[in-house]
């Protein structure tokens, strides 16, 4: 649980928490527990989603994130 975490994950946590508006975003808490996949997994997804080289807008991502989570049935 993100509330329970010490060290760099609770320093990974609250940085998150900060630039999702106080919320821990799900893929965090699945990668959180095994760094050697969370860094470069954050790493390869900053680079091809959050650069401002980037082919969408920001917002437009966060629009496609939201209809493929609907399509699969994500949570809310």
Same mark, same amino acid.
């Given at each position: 649980a993100p509330e329970r +975490? *010490? #060290? @760099? *994950?609770k320093l990974l946590i609250w940085v998150n928490? *900060?630039? $999702? #508006? #106080?919320?821990v975003p799900g893929i965090l808490k699945v990668l959180l527990p095994d760094l050697n996949v969370?860094?470069? +997994?954050?790493? @390869? $997804?900053n680079y091809l989603h959050m650069r401002k080289s980037s082919p969408l807008t920001r917002l437009q991502r966060e629009m496609l994130a939201t209809v493929v989570n609907g399509l699969i049935g994500g949570a809310p």
């Amino acid at each position: 649980a993100p509330e329970r +975490t *010490r #060290g @760099l *994950r609770k320093l990974l946590i609250w940085v998150n928490k *900060r630039q $999702y #508006g #106080g919320e821990v975003p799900g893929i965090l808490k699945v990668l959180l527990p095994d760094l050697n996949v969370a860094f470069p +997994t954050v790493w @390869l $997804y900053n680079y091809l989603h959050m650069r401002k080289s980037s082919p969408l807008t920001r917002l437009q991502r966060e629009m496609l994130a939201t209809v493929v989570n609907g399509l699969i049935g994500g949570a809310p």
